[in-house]
């Protein structure tokens, strides 16, 4: 009898270990540093972000979870963020940053200040911080195997860039780059940056339009697919194979065209929610968990002909595909990483 009641104090204490927090973070205070505001997928981000750390702060969790956006895009005003943020006393910083390594004196005075750093999107290669990435790589390899699915002859592309500067626009351009070496029958004739926006898009697209030779399909990066399709309408060009990145303007006008006379195409991006990953990963660190890989890989969302019809009525207008994390996801999102 006492063997046994020894045994199940040893399984609650046990339990209770796992399950506890290792260090108290409710006096704790994270900020989020953000480099750019200016298209629906950032702004789908930061309403994810402040959804999350809002109820974070209510419940006590945290004792702040403030978010500063840069007024323009340049390195410098986001370096001098950090070094104010770092000044003001936060205990860790969220960041989307403006560069992968030109952030990384800042990003080291910040560790070097004991504050925990957590990248995520756009992310930094400074070694003290954590980053929560996906593999942008293979989504933009990916968009010219979708391709060469629904123009098997091959062709002409144009390809649409992000923000210039950004790690996610070299990956995912590193990515286009090796799917055409794969897929020889496909040429890339035109390349305009579209800054992830649908209006700029539009504007790069249509300046260049007449200088292209016939386009079958363009390979983006999400938030210019539908400017492209109406810069390509006015121009009085034919429609091509336009890769799609998860908005809702986009995914609207995909299902028209599908209706219409079943144009097919594929659409990828990463989950604006993956802000509020970063926030419980910061968190999580503060809490005392040692064991959190520095890189910590996510699956963008993905949507094909079959399935995308049925989120769309899910995502309001304006907005894009999205997930938010609660602290359970961000838990079992750091043990998948661990297994592999």
């Known amino acids: 009898m006492k063997l046994t009641t020894v045994m199940l104090a040893s399984t609650a204490l046990a339990v209770a270990l796992s399950t506890a927090a290792f260090a108290d973070t409710k006096d704790k205070k994270?900020?989020?540093?953000?480099?750019?505001?200016?298209?629906?997928?950032r702004q789908a981000m930061l309403k994810s972000?402040?959804?999350?750390?809002?109820?974070?702060?209510?419940?006590?969790?945290?004792?702040?979870?403030d978010v500063f956006t840069t007024a323009d895009k340049e390195v410098p005003t986001q370096a001098a963020q950090i070094q104010n943020l770092i000044l003001q006393g936060y205990d860790a910083i969220v960041i989307n940053a403006a560069s992968p390594d030109a952030l990384n004196g800042a990003i080291k005075q910040a560790c070097d200040a004991g504050i925990v750093v957590v990248s995520f999107d756009g992310v930094v290669t400074e070694p003290c911080a954590w980053r929560v990435v996906v593999d942008y790589k293979d989504m933009g390899?990916?968009?010219?195997?979708?391709?060469?699915?629904?123009?098997?002859?091959?062709?002409?592309?144009?390809?649409?860039?992000?923000?210039?500067?950004?790690?996610?626009?070299?990956?995912?351009?590193?990515?286009?780059?090796?799917?055409?070496?794969a897929h020889p029958e496909f040429k890339i004739?035109?390349?305009?940056?579209?800054?992830?926006d649908q209006t700029t898009a539009q504007k790069a697209v249509t300046t260049v339009l007449p200088s292209l030779p016939d386009i079958v399909g363009i390979v983006d990066q999400g938030g210019d697919g539908y400017g492209a399709a109406q810069a390509?309408?006015?121009?009085?060009?034919?429609?091509?194979?336009?890769?799609?990145?998860n908005r809702q303007d986009e995914?609207?006008?995909?299902?028209?065209q599908k209706d219409k006379d079943g144009?097919?195409?594929?659409?990828?991006?990463?989950?604006?929610?993956?802000?509020?990953?970063?926030?419980?990963?910061?968190?999580?660190?503060?809490?005392?968990?040692?064991?959190?890989?520095?890189?910590?890989l996510v699956p963008y969302l993905a949507f094909t002909q079959d399935d995308f019809e049925a989120v769309l009525p899910t995502i309001e207008?304006?907005?894009?595909?999205?997930?938010?994390?609660?602290?359970?996801?961000?838990?079992?999102?750091?043990?998948?990483?661990?297994?592999?």
């Open 30 to 41: 994270i900020a989020f540093s953000n480099n750019y505001a200016g298209n629906s997928w």
């Open 49 to 65: 972000y402040d959804a999350v750390t809002k109820k974070a702060v209510a419940d006590g969790v945290v004792a702040a979870a």
């Open 141 to 181: 390899k990916q968009e010219v195997e979708q391709m060469a699915k629904f123009q098997p002859k091959g062709g002409n592309l144009l390809e649409i860039r992000g923000l210039a500067g950004t790690s996610i626009d070299d990956a995912i351009h590193a990515g286009i780059l090796e799917g055409v070496a």
């Open 189 to 196: 004739v035109g390349s305009v940056e579209g800054d992830w």
């Open 232 to 245: 390509f309408a006015a121009a009085g060009k034919p429609r091509p194979t336009i890769i799609m990145g």
């Open 251 to 256: 995914l609207a006008w995909w299902k028209e």
């Open 263 to 296: 144009y097919q195409t594929w659409s990828a991006s990463i989950a604006p929610g993956v802000s509020s990953l970063a926030f419980w990963v910061a968190q999580q660190v503060l809490d005392g968990r040692k064991d959190i890989p520095h890189d910590l």
């Open 317 to 340: 207008k304006g907005g894009v595909a999205s997930t938010e994390y609660t602290l359970d996801d961000a838990k079992k999102a750091i043990d998948a990483n661990m297994k592999k």
